[in-house]
Nanobody
């Protein structure tokens, strides 16, 4: 069984910073990609940032245009953990943030695991 657990959300004033963490645990063989999404009620869940590692292409990092230059994603590969450092936060950065991981469990399957979500609230 695989678990994805986020932490680090909270309330912050505009211009402030927060750091989100996400840890994946369980019977894991490897993780191909880890990333962060966010979702406002009634809207789609949108990609914020993702990091993908492959043997042929190395590590590739992707950011949504709205967070480039303000957010930084980093990954602790050995510990199946990914972080999202969020700086210069704006009120529109407010939604629930979800961690996702493309996981290869020990049983040979492949699955996308989602965390339960962590609320980020940016006050103006």
């Amino acid at each position: 069984q695989v678990q994805v657990v986020e932490s680090g959300g909270g309330l912050v004033q505009a211009g402030g910073s927060l750091r989100l963490s996400c840890a994946v645990s369980g019977d894991i063989l490897s993780i191909d990609a880890m990333g962060w999404y966010r979702q406002t009620p009634g809207k789609h869940r949108d990609l914020v940032a993702a990091t993908t590692t492959t043997i042929t292409s190395g590590t590739r990092i992707t950011y949504a245009d709205s967070v480039k230059g303000r957010f930084t994603i980093s990954r602790d590969t050995a510990n199946y953990t990914v972080y999202l450092q969020m700086n210069r936060l704006k009120p529109e950065d407010t939604p629930v943030y979800y961690c996702a991981a493309e996981i290869n469990p020990m049983d040979g399957s492949t699955l996308r695991g989602w965390g339960q979500g962590t609320q980020v609230t940016v006050s103006s």
